[in-house]
């Protein structure tokens, strides 16, 4: 729909649109934005345009969430709550403003009335003399030498609000095998989902603390690819591609964004399942 009524972007109503041989809703109105919503698309309106002349902002569902309960010291506690309540946390549509952060979002009437809703498209503005490079999944075929092994038990877990369907973990895994470190175990495996809202979105962290005294004890792991082994499903997350620390530098956080690494987080977003993963690294 290219015209709309000024200078709220209204859209004209006609019947003719609306007839079963014509369109399910008109393209551009706030009812073709809510199927492209459920369809798992990312919605916006041309009129969210900042003062710089760019459109940052956009919405997206969050899918509902079950069975969650209510944890100590979570923000729901801290509000009154009884811990140990047990809640679903409902489909809802989020905005991420100009900020890049998100917030449950809904609509005024204008949104509502509005026929300028389009598709959201990341801009990316290559250099001039330069291509993109194109990702390039290592195969396991061509790793040559398997140098450490971890294997462990563990059961996905969702993170209350505000990172309710944006955050999970796998917490306090029981070790199986162990021939990675002399002094100390994955604590600690998250999943920043796409929707988490800053750069640590869309990349998987593992963090090792010690078992005995204060510093966890983690091979060099550079350059080595890991392979993650799932109900017999191998996931290559490639090499880390950020080594971090906590507070106190006693911790090894290693972050992993390439290869498999977003399709193995979809898998940490079936929780209540407990899966036995099988960590390999390769060099």
Partial sequence: MSEFIKPEHECPFDPKQYQCDCFIAPVGSFSWALIQLKLRKRVTRSAWVNCQGNNEMYLAITPRVNDLTVEKDSAYAVDGVAVSTKYDYLTHIDLRNEHGNFVPWQPTQEDMMACDWAFFEDKVKPTSDSKPDQEVKPEPETLKT????????????????????????????????????????????????????????????????????????????????????????????????????????????????????VEFGKLLEQVGKKYRFHCEWYE
Avoid: C
Wanted: glycine fraction near 6%; aromatic fraction near 12%; charge should be neutral.
């Fill in 146 to 261: 398997l140098k450490y092994n971890l294997v462990f038990d563990a059961t996905p877990k969702a993170h209350s609000a505000p990172v309710l369907g944006k955050l999970w973990s796998l917490e306090d895994p029981v070790i199986i095998e162990n021939n990675l470190t002399t002094n100390g175990y994955p604590y600690n495996i998250y999943w920043f989902g796409p929707m988490y809202g800053t750069s640590a979105a869309n990349q998987i962290e593992i963090q090792f603390k010690a078992r005995t005294g204060l510093a966890a004890q983690v091979p060099d792991l550079t350059n080595k690819t890991l392979i993650i082994t799932v109900d017999g499903k191998k996931y290559n997350l490639g090499d880390f591609t950020e080594k971090s620390s906590n507070s106190t530098n006693h911790e090894v956080h290693l972050h992993y964004r390439k290869g498999d690494t």
